[in-house]
């Protein structure tokens, strides 16, 4: 029976797909299994960092209400797995997220920063942290602050930015990479990284995020005990991310000037 359904379900599925092709001239893979698995063991976090520059490329991107995001890597999330790469998700139903809590108020400009939500519409982040944290941040066996400072601490060891450079890697818009190249500053890192891509209407692959595991108390770079698909071509992209590519057409109630961080506001940050 469920056999017999399924010719029509895919080709449904693909019509689906090549409407959303038309809309969007970016594909995106999704690389880890999608398996909930609360209560599961949890063996490792898997942090992956997305870079903002080929995020832009890819489609409408939208300033933060709150912050101004670095130009680095930003953090997209701290998945918790299991040995095979499978998602360990939503292991307790009730969720209490604060960012008021001590020591959190002062993580705030890095979470601003460094760990924001470029999507628009335009967003104060809130609603990924939250989501990140209840998600998986409870499946892990650290508490809500220090799950976000092992973010932040693996993000500052990982060093991208610098770790390209010494290879002279460096966002271009006018030169490609090549995996090997890539791969050979991360070898450089002793960290065994997973990189993405996302692929442009007219082939070239362009380095969308990297990810790394991480030892459950979060404090040490392991080998990752699985691989993903391959979303790279040999020769990659790696754009520049430019500060005015975000679309800055919102509703910000955003006082002073650009510089500054603004701090939550009852009205950006409900508890
Ligand atoms: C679930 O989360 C709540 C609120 O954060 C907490 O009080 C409770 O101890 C958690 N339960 C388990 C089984 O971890
Ligand atoms: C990012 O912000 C967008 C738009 O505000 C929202 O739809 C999306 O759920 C957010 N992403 C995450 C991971 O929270
Ligand atoms: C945080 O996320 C949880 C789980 O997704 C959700 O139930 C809750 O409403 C969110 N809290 C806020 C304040 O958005
Ligand atoms: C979180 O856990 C660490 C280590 O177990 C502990 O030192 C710290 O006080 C805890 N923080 C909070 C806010 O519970
Ligand atoms: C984070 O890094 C700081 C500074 O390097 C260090 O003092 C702290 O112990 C680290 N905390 C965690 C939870 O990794
Ligand atoms: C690794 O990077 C450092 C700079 O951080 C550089 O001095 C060193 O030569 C590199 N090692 C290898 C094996 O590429």
Known sequence: MAAKSRPKTISLLALFIGILCLYFPVTTAAVLPLVEKSGAAVDLLYLTLVWPGTFCYSGQCCMPTTGEPSNDFLIEDLKTLDQTGQIVQDCNSTCR?????????????????????????????????????????????????????????????????????????????SASYKLTEINTALANLSLSAHVECVTKTDGASLLSKISFCISTDGLSFIDCPFDIKQTCDSELWFYPFYINQL??????????????????TAKHLPM
Do not use: R
Request: glycine share 4%.
């Open 97 to 173: 997220f604060s960012v008021n809590k001590d020591p959190m108020p002062s993580l705030i400009p890095d979470l601003y920063s460094n760990w924001c939500n470029l999507s628009c519409p335009c967003n104060n982040g809130f609603a990924n942290w939250n989501n990140t944290w209840c998600a998986y941040g409870q499946c892990s066996q650290l508490n809500q602050t220090d799950y976000f400072i092992a973010a932040f601490n693996m993000t500052a060891k990982a060093n991208l930015l610098n770790a390209f450079q010494v290879k002279s890697i460096v966002p271009s818009s």
């Open 247 to 264: 679309n800055t057409e919102c509703d910000y109630d955003y006082v002073g000037s650009g510089d500054l961080i603004k701090m939550p």
